[in-house]
């Protein structure tokens, strides 16, 4: 029987402290697309005159990598070679159909790994790691068999050139050829993680120990993990200091025993690690007690469960049991992420309590948010992209479909305000409507109704923008693992209401005569009714935060927005009809329960109003002018940093002293809020 492997926590670990050190990857490759644009050693952006391997391959016309430094092409180069990656690039650039994936990175991540690997056999475990080669070869039997059989004739290429005829097929490898092949490929797309740099923008893909790979999955985890991308460490080892703070176990049967020796040894992991390329550091989000398992989350935890299961068994082959998808009736987020209204059209009453194909109206209803949102992603059409959006938000989708007494109907479907399309919207919207309101200001070359317009815009990114972190705040209250999502909403929350309250647009009300001032005379501002600030800095100097003072910071961050947000809210949501249907983006007790049909009542009985109407195109009314206060752009100011420092502070629990701490800190100390700038680690 096949044992599982789990990492438990070796002590008492609180919240928001490291629990491994910076592990260096046993393989890594970028992906395809940005070979010629990021150093295939470290990731990082090639300079403008990269560095080229040291060493070359035999066979002419061969691609190549490119380096940021000597030091990453003397690191890297004889393993790009030796691994036969530039005889597959060639391969794959000759024959594209012989590998249809598009992105060869997991079959250049697996060569490495191969190459750099003792000789070894495909059993069910490589170097440590499971490899789920029957697995995966029974569902994705083509992606496997080919990627291996094209690693095979690289491989070949590599042992036979220059005599080796690039015409060779993937048809002409034998099934049995490519035994071991299979199995590290399939290790790789079972263990390998994406490695993002500081923008969250994915770079590749790495494949790290069983210090890192034996961490299991869990929807509702209390680790997290970071990355680092720094070039190769003289010598390449782990600082002496740097303890693994969580021990292996493996359980078979039912029964954990702890495995004292063996893969796990921190020796033999350094050993295998080559001692360069992106890091991965395992960080607490919740306290774990000596004793209990460490997990981290393989997929979004912002999606309903039966999307976070159909994504773990497409990509990893298991369903997930934990207590977030065990619970019975399912958890009030996991409620609320699903939540939708119908209402019969044809009745004359309004009425909630009808059944419905629930699956039928999600997909409907998912099709039509998803095509929305490509109007802005793909196609470039942010207006667009809000009209279709903000309808199906106030008018609702209808459908027809035959009750039980075979009579057609006509059914119209609302989102809740927190379910999970109803997030994705928010973030689409607060991104394209803050385009919008840019590309407005870059035509107006004087104070004009369009430069309202542009202001009106900004406003209503804001908005969203706002709206988006307290619904996830709401649900990170029932959830606390979704403290990481959490962290990021209100950072980008607190950026886009201080650059509202900083617009340079709001001066130009002087015009006008509108009492409207700069909010800069409250650079030195220190909010008398909470202790963010100095929490924050705190954190920052001794780098960890106990779980006492997350508790009292939090509810002190709330009180004070909930303050904040009364006097602004309506102001922020006067120009869309949706936005103020919302009473409060920061209290959603005005929500009731999930089952309560309050919300879906206000939603329905709202839709009377045309249409599309979000306001963001009429003329500018007297009372929106008169919003723009001095009052009011101050109380957004100052709304602003609270949303900022606290979306620091959680950042500062998740990664430590990272490139996103760093960030918000610098916003700050620009407006004086802090007293010292951040220098960003790597």
Not at 315 to 328: D, K, L, M
Not at 333 to 345: G, K, M, R, Y
Not at 569 to 597: E, H, M, V
Not at 637 to 660: P, Q, R
């Amino acid at each position: 029987m096949e044992v599982e492997m789990e990492m438990r926590a070796g002590e008492e670990i609180e919240i928001g402290q490291d629990i491994t050190p910076p592990l260096p990857p046993l393989s890594s490759s970028l992906h395809h697309s940005l070979l010629s644009s990021h150093c295939s050693s470290c990731f990082s952006p090639l300079p403008p005159q990269p560095f080229p391997p040291l060493f070359t391959p035999t066979f002419p016309n061969t691609p190549s990598s490119y380096y940021c430094s000597s030091l990453c092409s003397s690191a890297d180069s004889p393993l790009h070679v030796s691994s036969a990656e530039p005889y597959l690039l060639l391969l794959l650039q000759s024959h594209p159909s012989a590998y249809p994936n598009g992105d060869s990175s997991d079959l250049r991540a697996a060569l490495r790994l191969l190459q750099s690997l003792p000789a070894t056999s495909p059993y069910p475990r490589v170097a440590g790691l499971l490899t789920n080669r029957h697995k995966l070869l029974h569902h994705h039997d083509h992606r496997v068999r080919d990627g291996a059989r094209a690693m095979f004739l690289a491989r070949k290429m590599r042992d036979e050139s220059p005599n080796f005829s690039i015409d060779a097929t993937i048809a002409n490898v034998a099934p049995h050829d490519a035994v071991l092949e299979e199995a590290v490929l399939s290790l790789v797309l079972t263990n390998a993680v994406e490695v993002q740099d500081k923008t969250g923008r994915t770079l590749g893909i790495s494949v790290y120990g069983p210090s890192f790979c034996w961490i299991n999955h869990s929807c509702s985890p209390n680790a997290c993990y970071r990355f680092s991308l720094m070039t190769p460490p003289t010598p390449p080892c782990w600082p002496e200091t740097a303890l693994l703070r969580i021990v292996p176990f493996g359980r078979s049967s039912g029964r954990a025993t702890q495995i004292e020796n063996g893969v796990c040894s921190n020796n033999v992991l350094a050993k295998e690690s080559r001692g360069y390329g992106p890091r991965v550091t395992v960080r607490s989000i919740k306290r774990i007690k000596k004793g209990e398992e460490v997990t981290v989350t393989y997929t979004d935890l912002l999606q309903p469960k039966a999307m976070r299961q159909s994504e773990l068994w497409s990509r990893y082959r298991f369903i997930c049991s934990c207590t977030r998808c065990s619970a019975s009736p399912l958890t009030y987020v996991d409620q609320a992420l699903e939540e939708i209204f119908a209402v019969n059209s044809n009745s004359s009453s309004l009425s909630l309590e009808i059944n419905f194909n629930r699956d039928k109206a999600t997909q409907l209803l998912s099709v039509y948010f998803d095509d929305a949102i490509d109007d802005y992603l793909s196609s470039g059409d942010p207006e667009s992209s809000c009209e279709r959006l903000e309808h199906a938000f106030t008018q609702g989708l209808s459908d027809m479909q035959l009750d039980c007494n075979g009579e057609t109907s006509q059914l119209r479907y609302w989102l809740h305000p927190l379910n999970y399309l109803s997030l994705n919207a928010y973030t689409t919207l607060a991104s394209a409507y803050k385009i919008r309101a840019t590309d407005m200001i870059a035509l107006c070359s004087k104070m004009d109704d369009h430069l309202l317009k542009a202001l009106n815009l900004s406003r209503t990114s804001a908005a969203y923008s706002l709206l988006l972190a307290g619904a996830t705040h709401h649900l990170f209250r029932s959830e606390s693992s979704l403290i990481v999502s959490v962290a990021n909403f209100w950072t980008s929350a607190g950026e886009s209401l201080l650059t509202l309250a900083k617009s340079s647009v709001w001066s130009e009300f002087v015009h006008r005569d509108l009492p409207v001032s700069n909010p800069c005379s409250t650079a030195s501002y220190r909010c008398p009714k909470c202790s963010l600030i100095d929490k924050f800095e705190a954190c920052l100097f001794y780098g960890q935060v106990q779980h006492a003072d997350f508790d009292d910071v939090s509810s002190e961050f709330i009180d004070c927005v909930s303050n904040f947000t009364q006097n602004v809210w309506n102001i922020l949501a006067l120009s869309c009809q949706y936005l103020r249907l919302i009473k409060s983006p920061i209290d959603f007790s005005w929500l009731g329960t999930t089952k309560d049909s309050s919300v879906g009542e206000v939603l329905i009985r709202s839709s009377g109003t045309k249409a599309g109407s979000c306001g963001t195109e009429r003329s500018i009314s007297g009372s929106e002018a008169e919003g723009y206060t001095a009052q009011v752009r101050i109380c957004i100011f100052k709304l602003g940093v609270h949303c900022l420092l606290y979306g620091g502070y959680l950042a500062s629990i998740c990664y430590g002293n990272s490139h996103l701490t760093c960030y918000v800190r610098n916003i700050l100390d620009m407006e004086g809020i802090l007293l010292n700038p951040c220098h960003e680690p790597n």
